[in-house]
C-alpha cells in the first residue's frame, strides 16, 4: 500500500536549515507526526513529498519557500506603540511574542526593533524565506 491523499499517516521526521542546522524533529516532540495527507495541515512541500511512500520507506527532501512558509515579505515589518504591548518595557528586540488576531487567534511574531515610542513586529513566520531539509520515514498508513 502507498499513500495517497486522503490517507491518515504517521511520519517520524527531522527538519534542517541548508547548514545543518536542526529547527524540528518529532523526537524532540517525543511523538510522531499525524496528518491527513492533502488536508493542508502541514506545508506544501512536506503534504507533497510523502504521496507514494511505502511503510517504512525513509526519504531526504529539500523544500523551498515558496513550498514551506513563503518569501520573507519586508512589508509586514509593522510599527505600533510601545502602548498596545503589555509588559513593553521588558521588550527585547529578537523576543518572540504573541499577539492577538481580529479572530480571537493567537500569533508568535518577532519583536524587531524599539524606539522610544513604538514596537517594531516583524510578521513574517520565523521560517519565511528559508530552504527547509527534512529526513522523513514513514511508520504507518493509519486509513
Not at 61 to 75: K, L, M, R, V
Amino acid at each position: 500500500m502507498v499513500v495517497k491523499k486522503g490517507n491518515k499517516i504517521k511520519v517520524e521526521y527531522e527538519g534542517s536549515f541548508e547548514d545543518g542546522t536542526i529547527f524540528d524533529s518529532s523526537k524532540t516532540h517525543g511523538q510522531l507526526l499525524e496528518f491527513e495527507v492533502g488536508a493542508k495541515q502541514v506545508i506544501h512541500g512536506f503534504d507533497e513529498s510523502v504521496v507514494g511512500m511505502k511503510k517504512g520507506e525513509e526519504k531526504e527532501i529539500i523544500i523551498q519557500p515558496s513550498e514551506a512558509y513563503g518569501e520573507y515579505n519586508p512589508e509586514l515589518i509593522k510599527s505600533i506603540p510601545k502602548e498596545q504591548i503589555p509588559n513593553s518595557e521588558e521588550a527585547k528586540a529578537g523576543m518572540m511574542i504573541m499577539i492577538g488576531l481580529p479572530d480571537g487567534q493567537q500569533m508568535p511574531v518577532k519583536i524587531k526593533d524599539i524606539t522610544v515610542k513604538e514596537i517594531i513586529l516583524d510578521l513574517n513566520h520565523p521560517l519565511a524565506g528559508k530552504v527547509l531539509k527534512f529526513k522523513i520515514k514513514l511508520v504507518d498508513i493509519i486509513k
